[in-house]
């Protein structure tokens, strides 16, 4: 399995942007995916997870402002991020895993290389 993220950018603090992830190698829709970030000097966090059967989780940090959907004839995972905050200024990684369910890095055995967000106040 390979993960590609895009989407990532410099805005002002209340823009929105959209994060995009394109898996292949694998049967996408049979995978739940996961959108991880890491803020400069911090551990990587949970940001938001999407299994196969549409059951979604957001971190307390994102919930309201942040949307994760997945488009599996594309086999494509998206991140619109509104209402943003320099708080969420970080790398964000997109991941994938087999287990219906994932909060935790490890839960993740695919990864993707990462897109930076960076958001002026």
């Known amino acids: 399995v390979q993960l590609q993220a895009s989407g990532g950018g410099s805005v002002q603090a209340g823009a929105s942007l959209r994060l995009s992830c394109t898996f292949s190698?694998?049967?996408?829709?049979?995978?739940?995916m996961g959108w991880f970030r890491q803020a400069p000097g911090k551990e990587r966090e949970f940001a938001a997870r999407?299994?196969?059967?549409?059951?979604?989780y957001y971190a307390d940090s994102v919930q309201g402002r942040f949307t994760i959907s997945r488009d599996n004839a594309k086999s494509t995972m998206f991140l619109q991020m509104n209402s943003l905050k320099p708080e969420d200024t970080a790398v964000y990684y997109c991941?994938?895993?087999?287990?219906?369910?994932?909060?935790?890095?490890?839960?993740?055995?695919?990864w993707g290389q990462g897109t930076q967000v960076t958001v002026s106040s």
């Open positions: 190698g694998g049967t996408f829709s049979t995978y739940t």
């Open positions: 991941a994938a895993t087999p287990l219906r369910t994932g909060v935790r890095d490890l839960d993740y055995p695919y």
């Open positions: 999407l299994n196969w059967v549409g059951g979604i």
